[in-house]
């Protein structure tokens, strides 16, 4: 589950991890209740930052809502000095409008959240990243010099500049750890201190808080040598919300895709991608099998669905009315392994969901497991557009024959 960067900043606090302070908003007549807030607090220069699941915002555009793509103002994100009417207008701007960015595609993410924050002079930037290298089953730190721009864009221009840690989950995090990560960035003196303690913490967070991915870009130092995350990007891991209840209320639908949030409802695992053969499988490792099965097959997947180990007819009807949500869908494959539920039952229910949502686009279905052959049967005398399939090889060409008439 993605959170916004002021959720992940008050989260982070909790652990003592020093962030740039701030206020949310998600209407203009608390702007000034913000700005009075962190006057309290010493600050005069301030930041106006757009709050929406996606990089790049401080490059990003706003377009009007509603509007024929009509420009509204250039940056997602922007430093405004002392001026607060300046700021205000700029806060104006952003609020209930679209931000266009390079992740959110041209459809862009419509702002209903900003942060005003502390304005900070800093003097060097960093990037700091923890998740879970799958490859090796560790914990891995990146850390580099180049704070500020796109890891990945780091990774292929200059990929000597990014520093790797390993953790070990037996030892943990390491104090020597640390200190080469400081080493590697070359800090020194009151800022190398800073760091230390900055990293512990910030390690601490992660694993406590169940993320999956902790991303500070940039990580600042500042004029007196402080080191404090200037913006914050976390994932928390879904799986883990049980040992976390107030993780509920920091879930942001609006920035969810409709589609997969729906299918949250029914305990269906769908993501949504920009092809036009439906996938319907049970078992993650099959769907991502069925997935590769279709690009070979010259088609491209508009989804990944797993219905799970009981494919009723309940999920089958709930999945196909999902799948043909999307207008892109010009075909349906569903790859079942009758295991836990028998293959006749699946055929049943997939005859029964076809007629109560009247699909009327060609479904390719291959069952195999317990009871395969009666089920083929079921499907063959259905009298619906139901094309059966065996082996994966059949369904392939199955596929590419729906998709082509």
């Not at 967070?205 to 999956?212: C, H, Q, S, V």
């Not at 007196?224 to 639908?253: C, G, P, S």
């Not at 070979?296 to 219905?307: C, H, Q, Y």
Request: aromatic share 8%.
């Amino acid at each position: 589950m993605k959170i916004h960067e002021y959720q992940a900043k008050s989260l982070l606090k909790k652990y003592s991890v020093p962030v740039q302070d701030g206020v949310a908003i998600n209407d203009m007549k608390y702007f000034n209740e913000a700005i009075d807030y962190l006057k309290s607090r010493g600050f005069e220069n301030f930041v106006v930052k757009s709050q929406i699941h996606a990089g790049g915002r401080g490059k990003g555009k706003v377009y009007k809502k509603g509007g024929h793509h009509e420009l509204v103002v250039e940056g997602g994100v922007k430093y405004m000095g002392a001026n607060t009417e300046k700021a205000r207008d700029y806060a104006e701007k952003l609020l209930g409008n679209i931000l266009v960015t390079h992740q959110t595609g041209s459809q862009g993410k419509e702002v209903k959240t900003l942060f005003i924050a502390e304005g900070l002079d800093y003097s060097k930037e960093f990037y700091i990243g923890i998740l879970l290298d799958r490859t090796v089953s560790k914990n891995v730190i990146m850390a580099s010099v180049e704070g500020g721009m796109e890891i990945e864009k780091v990774a292929e221009e200059s990929p000597e500049k990014i520093i790797k840690i390993w953790i070990d989950p037996a030892t943990g995090l390491q104090s020597y750890q640390i200190r080469e990560l400081a080493f590697g960035l070359g800090l020194e003196g009151k800022v190398y201190k800073n760091f230390i303690t900055f990293m512990t913490n910030l390690y601490r967070a992660y694993e406590d808080m169940d993320a999956t991915l902790l991303e500070i870009n940039p990580l600042i130092v500042t004029d007196d040598e402080r080191v404090i995350a200037l913006d914050a990007k976390v994932t928390l891991d879904d799986n883990a919300m049980f040992r976390h209840k107030d993780y509920a209320e920091l879930r942001d639908e609006n920035e969810e895709d409709p589609l997969e949030l729906e299918a949250s409802k029914f305990n269906l695992n769908y993501i949504k991608l920009d092809g036009n053969v439906g996938c319907m499988v049970n078992g993650a490792g099959l769907a991502m099998g069925t997935m590769d099965l279709i690009k070979l097959a010259g088609g491209s997947p508009a989804n990944f669905l797993d219905v799970g180990g009981t494919a009723t007819p309940e999920t089958v009807e709930n999945g196909f009315r999902i799948i043909l949500s999307d207008k892109h869908v010009k075909a349906i494959l569903i790859n079942i392994f009758g295991g836990i539920v028998r293959c006749d039952r699946v055929a049943n229910g997939v005859i029964q969901a076809a007629r109560n949502i009247n699909v009327n686009v060609p479904i390719v279905v291959r069952l195999q497991g317990t009871n395969a052959e009666e089920a083929k049967k079921i499907l063959d005398e259905s009298g619906l557009n139901l094309i059966s399939a065996t082996t994966l090889e059949e369904v392939a060409a199955k596929v590419t024959e729906a998709l082509t008439k």
